[in-house]
């Protein structure tokens, strides 16, 4: 267990839906990274929180959107739902925003399902 | 850009067989490399990692060395278990990053 939590597990929705994931990280880390792993595009990264502010961003589409709040959980809003964003979409956090040794802690993950 | 290369699967390999998974890198300046695993149902486990060239990370039999002159971060074990059967990812971070840059995974299976 690396002490950090995903909700809901699964999800099922349809084409032009939004839905909400949410992540609580590890007691302690202030840093939040979102992923989604899809079969055509690996593991790719979305974006980061560091302490309630956006502190980089990977290849995340305008459709999606996340925040991270004052008690440090984040959610990833995904928006005008497409089949190809059925994925499974992780959570991770550190201590701090960068550093290259520094582990990231993933969550469980989130399936996603597009229909 | 930087990238990182794993071998492609599936593998598929006999109780206690020796394990190797090749990655190799390109990046520019000295990434820290690392090896997560990822067992069905589950979300993705550090296994282990290497912060400079010469390093050897080790964890649970497996082993990997940072290799400059090659680029190259292969993960090996002596003798695998069925337990071991999952994706692994080789991946690459800089100090001054936030992203892991991950391979595209290599399905394990082992048989009893």
């Known amino acids: 267990d690396s002490g950090v939590t995903q909700t809901p597990k699964h999800l099922i929705t349809a084409t032009g839906q939004r839905v909400t994931l949410r992540c609580s990280p590890r007691s302690g880390d202030l840093s939040v990274y979102w992923y989604q792993q899809s079969l055509d595009q690996g593991l790719q990264f979305l974006i980061q929180?560091?302490?309630?502010?956006?502190?980089a961003k990977g290849n995340i589409l305008e459709r999606f959107s996340a925040q991270q709040f004052p008690d440090l959980h984040s959610e990833l809003n995904l928006s005008s739902l497409e089949l190809g964003d059925s994925a499974l979409y992780f959570c991770?956090?550190?201590?701090?925003?960068?550093?290259?040794?520094?582990?990231?802690?993933f969550g469980p993950g989130t399936r996603l399902l597009v229909l | 850009g930087n990238s990182v290369t794993q071998m492609e699967g599936p593998v598929t390999l006999s109780e206690e067989a020796f394990l190797t998974i090749n990655c190799t890198y390109t990046a520019t300046g000295y990434p820290s490399l690392f090896w997560y695993v990822q067992y069905p149902g589950e979300g993705l486990q550090l296994l282990l990692k290497a912060t400079k060239a010469d390093d050897k990370g080790s964890n649970k039999g497996f082993e990997a060395t940072y290799r400059k002159e090659t680029t190259s971060f292969h993960l090996e074990k002596g003798s695998v278990q069925v337990s071991d059967s999952a994706v692994y990812f080789c991946?690459?971070?800089?100090?001054?990053?936030?992203?892991?840059?991950f391979g595209s995974g290599t399905r394990l299976s082992i048989r009893p």
């Open positions: 991946a690459l971070r800089y100090s001054s990053a936030s992203k892991i840059i």
């Open positions: 929180y560091y302490n309630g502010e956006e502190r």
């Open positions: 991770a956090s550190s201590q701090n925003p960068t550093g290259g040794g520094e582990t990231q802690y």
